[in-house]
C-alpha cells in the first residue's frame, strides 16, 4: 500500500443518544476532557474498581519500551475481584450466568455457585500439580466450566490458553507445544446443530503427540462414548468432589494471566501474552463504560465463544469483574430455528446484546420477519464486534433488533489490545452507521500515511496507537522479537523515526470530517487497482447496501491490465431469485450499483453469487482464501475454518463461470 487509502463512500445519517439514557449513563462527555488532561490520572482512577491487595507504587512504567508495566508494584488476585467480592458484598445469590445448552437444558448459576466451583477446581488443580506460572490449555464448548476452568487457572496463577473447540488435532497441538502446557482441560463434547459433536477423539490424538502434558480434565457433557487413557480424569470425579474452599493467594499486576493463539495471514500463529492488573482494569472498566452496564437491572449477552477474545474479556473478566447478570449460550443461532437468538433474548429480558456483523448479515438473509415474530422490548444496548460492520447491517440492526431506539455500539480493538480500544459510549456519542467513531477515553489512535504523518480529516491510511493503554499485550509468548518486529517496527521509533513507539494495528482506516474513525479491513487484504488502494470493506459495503444482498466478500484478483481487479464473492437474501438470466441480470446490477455509490473505479470485474463464505470460528472472513480461488491457486491453511466444505462449493462455482 503507498501513502494513503481510497476514500470512496461517504454517510450523512447520524443517531443521537437517546436523552433518558444519556441522561443516566455510567461516563458522560466530560471523561474525554479527564483522560485528556491527564491519561495515567485517568487509568489509575479506572484501577480502583479493582479491589487490590496491595497498591501501586507507580501507574506505568514504560523505561523499556515496548514493554509495558501497569500498575507497578500492585497486587490482586483476578479471581477474587470476579467472584468472591461480590458474595461478600452480599451479592452471592444474585445470577452471574443463566446458561442455555443448544438442546434446551439449562442452569442458572449464581455467584455463590460460581465461587464453590471456582475455589473446588484450583483445589483438583492444586492437587495435580499446576502451581503459579505453568500452562494449562482449554478445549471446551461454551459450557460454564469454560469460564469456571479459566477463573480457576487465574486464581492459582497458573496461565490459560483456550484453544477453540472445534480446531483441528494440528491447531490444539502446536498450541499445548508452544506453551508447553502441563493440563488440557476438555469435555467429551458438545452440542452443535442438534447433534453431539465429539471433542475427545481431537484431544486424544493432540495429546499423543505432547508429552509436556501430564494430565486431561474431562466433562462430561454429551455423555457419549469415549476412549479413556491413563492421563483422563473426570471433572465429576475430581472438581466435584473437591473441597469448595479456597484462600485466593495475592499477584503482582504484571503476572501472566493467559496466552491465547492469533492465527495472522502467515507463519505460525503468535501466542499473545496477556498479564493481570492492566487487563482487569481495561476490561472491566470498557465493559461498565460502553454497554453502560447497570448490574442491578441489565441482563447481558455476548454472544462469542470463550475460545475468541471477545469470550475472554466480554464473557469472563469484564462482566463477572462487574457483578454482571448474564446468558451464555452453547449451541448454533439456527438451532432448532432460526429464531433461537430473539427466543433467548425474549426469554431472560436481555437488555445488552453484544454480536458480531457475520451473524447481523446471517439474520439479514435470512429475513426480517423471523425477529419481528419476538418480543425484544427488553433490549436497550446493541453492541457489534470482529469486523466493520457494513452501514446497511447496521441500519438492519438498529431497525430489525433494536427497533429503532437502541443505541449501536461497534467496538473496534483486537486480542493485543485485550479490551475495546474505539467506541462509541452510548450516553454521548451521535452514532454514524459503520463507524466505530473515536478512541474512548485514555485510548490515543491516530490515522497515519506511509510516513507515520497523521492524515488530515477527510483521509484515509493505518490505524496505530499512540500511547501503551492498560490491557496491551506484553508480548508474544517465548518471541519478544517477533513482538517488536510485528507491531512496533512499521512506524515510530522501532522503525527507526522519530522518538516515539508506535503502535502499527494492521487495519485500515479513515478519518472523516468530524473526526471519526472508519476502519477499513486488514491491510493485508487491500485492493491495488490501477494504482489505487480501494478497502475491502468499502466495496462490501457498496453490496451490502443493495437489497437483494447480504454478504459479500470482495477480493483483488491479478490482472493484466489494472495490477488487480476486483472480484466479489456476494450471498444474496433469501427470498432473491438467482436461477438463470434472473442471476446474470441481478450480477450486472450489482456491479452498476457498486459503479453508482463508489465511483467506476471501484466496479467489480467479476461478481459470483455463493451460498456462504469462508469463515474463521469467529466469523471474520478469511479472503485470503477467497483470493487463492480468485487466483487459481490451491488454497492455503484451511485449518482455522469454520466450515471446511464451503471452500469446495466456492471453487467448483468459480470453475464453471469460467
Ligand atoms: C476483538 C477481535 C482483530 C481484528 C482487528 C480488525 C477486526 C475487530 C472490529 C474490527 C472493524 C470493528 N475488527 N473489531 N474491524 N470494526 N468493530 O475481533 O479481536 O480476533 O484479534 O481480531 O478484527 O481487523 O484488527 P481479533
Known sequence: ??????????????FPPPAELAAAANVTAEAYEQAGADRLAYWEEQAKRLTWTKPWEQVLDWSNPPFAK????????????????????????????????????????????????????????????????????????????????????????????????????????????????????????GYRRGKPSALKPTVDEAVAKCPSIEHVLVVRRTGEDVTWGEKDLWWHETVEQASTTHEPRSFDAEHPLFILYTSGTTGKPKGILHTTGGYLTQVSYTHSAVFDLKPETDVYWCTADIGWVTGHSYIVYGPLSNGATQVM???????????????????????????????????????????????LSSLRILGSVGEPINPEAWMWYRANVGRDRCPIVDTWWQTETGGVMISPLPGVTSTKPGSAMTPLPGISADVVDDSAQSVPDGGGGFLVLSEPWPSMLRTIWGDDQRFIDTYWSRFGKGAGAGDDWIYFAGDGAKRDDDGALWLLGRVDDVMLVSGHNISTTEVESALVSHPSVAEAAVVGASDPTTGQAIVAFTIPRGNVDTDGAAGEQLIQDLRNHVAKKLGPIAKPRQIMLVAELPK???????????????????????????????????SSGMQAAK
Open 1 to 14: 500500500m503507498s501513502e494513503t487509502l481510497e476514500n470512496l463512500y461517504s454517510e450523512t445519517r447520524q
Open 70 to 189: 501497569w500498575f507497578v508494584g500492585g497486587e490482586l488476585n483476578i479471581a477474587y475481584n470476579c467472584v468472591d467480592r461480590h458474595v461478600e458484598a452480599g451479592n452471592g445469590d444474585k445470577v452471574a450466568i443463566h446458561w442455555e445448552g443448544e438442546p434446551g437444558d439449562t442452569r442458572t448459576i449464581t455467584y455463590s455457585d460460581l465461587l464453590k466451583s471456582v475455589s473446588q477446581a484450583a483445589n483438583t488443580l492444586t492437587e495435580l500439580g499446576v502451581t503459579a506460572g505453568d500452562r494449562v490449555a482449554i478445549y471446551l464448548p461454551m459450557i460454564p466450566e469454560a469460564a469456571v476452568a479459566m477463573l480457576a487457572c487465574a486464581r492459582i496463577g497458573a496461565l490459560h490458553s483456550v484453544v477453540f473447540g472445534g480446531f483441528s488435532v494440528d491447531a490444539l497441538s502446536t498450541r499445548i507445544e508452544d506453551a508447553d502446557a502441563k493440563l488440557v482441560i476438555t469435555a467429551d463434547g
Open 329 to 375: 449460550y452453547e449451541g448454533t443461532p439456527d438451532t432448532p430455528h432460526k429464531g433461537r437468538f430473539w427466543e433467548i433474548v425474549d426469554k431472560y429480558k436481555v437488555t445488552t446484546l453484544y454480536t458480531a456483523p457475520t451473524l447481523i448479515r446471517t439474520m439479514m438473509k435470512w429475513g426480517d420477519d423471523i425477529p419481528a415474530k419476538y418480543d
Open 616 to 650: 474463521t470460528r469467529s466469523g471474520k472472513i478469511m479472503r485470503r482464501l477467497l483470493r487463492d480461488v480468485a487466483d487459481n491457486r490451491s488454497l492455503g491453511d484451511v485449518t482455522t475454518l469454520q466450515d471446511s466444505t464451503v471452500m469446495d462449493l466456492i
